[in-house]
């Protein structure tokens, strides 16, 4: 309740302030305020400008642009060029308008999941893709695990553990008054 009382006589005095300062330099503001635009463009280079801009305009270099006809039609150019994931299995397209709206795009989306990235784009289309993009030819070639564990990309595994920070680490500053009083 304290703070709230020393904050509302700190909000009234600001105000108070203010308004002092208003009442004291009220005259100069209305003469600011009031007082002709010291700075006019003279009408003849206004009309100059206006000439200049009409005759670049009139003068620009036009090229002539093929008509419609004339550009080559978009079925000449192979759709895979344009679209990034492949066409989607005839039967997997007819979950979608299976049973109700709902189930259909659960099922869809559900036997659509299940397709590994490789045979549904046709090439990494994110960052993360690349890590694991066309890894299942290389693992049919790894020798089997008797246990089931086996590290399929080398570099995310450590044998030591994740070790200590480096000698140059330094803690980061926190804010005392020696630090703010030495900047």
């Known amino acids: 309740m304290a703070k ?3 904050w509302t006589q700190c909000i009234e005095k600001e105000n108070f302030l203010r308004l002092k300062w208003f009442t004291k330099n009220e005259e100069r503001l209305n003469e600011i305020a009031n007082a002709p635009l010291v700075r006019t463009v003279p009408q003849e280079l206004k009309d100059d400008m206006r000439a200049g801009r009409i005759s670049r305009f009139q003068n620009v270099d036009r ?3 093929k ?3 004339e550009q080559m039609p978009f079925g000449h150019i192979d759709p895979r060029i344009h679209n ?3 066409p989607v299995d005839p039967k997997t397209l ?4 299976a049973g109700t709206q709902r189930d259909g795009r659960k099922n869809y989306w559900n036997a659509r999941v299940k ?3 490789e045979n549904r784009y046709y090439f990494p289309e994110t960052s993360s893709f690349e890590y694991g993009w066309k890894m ?3 693992s ?4 089997k695990s008797r246990h089931g564990r086996r590290e399929v990309i080398r570099e995310f595994y450590r044998r030591a553990g994740v070790g200590r920070d480096p000698d140059w680490h330094k803690e980061p500053a926190k804010l005392s008054p020696t630090i703010c009083g030495s900047i």
């Open 136 to 138: 299942w030819n290389a």
């Open 4 to 6: 709230q009382v020393v």
């Open 63 to 65: 090229k002539n642009v």
């Open 67 to 69: 008509k419609q006809d």
């Open 140 to 143: 049919r070639t790894m020798a």
């Open 84 to 86: 990034v994931m492949q």
């Open 115 to 117: 397709i590994i990235p």
């Open 94 to 97: 007819k979950l979608l308008y």
